[in-house]
């Protein structure tokens, strides 16, 4: 099954029709996505909350703190995680994209 990978006419997924079907339902992704993620984020900090036993991990310190008011802390806390996880998004990026041009499909 050798295909000519990207060529109109080809079996190359995704077909020209998958744009369209996405438009047609962005609204019901981002609505999932955004009433998914806080269910996401609950589940974590109750799995923390019955794992550390006597120990304070870094969800049961957020939560109690968010409960207290916001501190100057957590806002640190939650821009390094961001920028902790955008940079290993994009390290991920530049290996998958230097593998994609040492092994082109003529």
Do not use: C
Not at 4 to 12: F, M
Not at 46 to 53: L, P, Q, R, S, T
Not at 72 to 79: L, V
């Amino acid at each position: 099954m050798s295909g000519n990978w990207g060529h109109p006419g080809s079996w190359a997924w995704p077909s020209p029709g998958f744009g369209a079907v996405l438009r047609g339902i962005k609204f019901s992704l981002y609505f999932s996505r955004a009433s998914f993620r806080p269910s996401l984020s609950f589940g974590d900090f109750i799995i923390a909350y019955f794992v550390a036993g006597p120990n304070v991990t870094l969800p049961i310190y957020v939560f109690s703190s968010i409960r207290r008011g916001i501190t100057p802390e957590i806002n640190a806390i939650g821009t390094v995680v961001l920028l902790t996880s955008l940079l290993l998004l994009v390290l991920a990026q530049v290996i998958l994209q230097r593998g994609n041009r040492t092994t082109k499909i003529r």
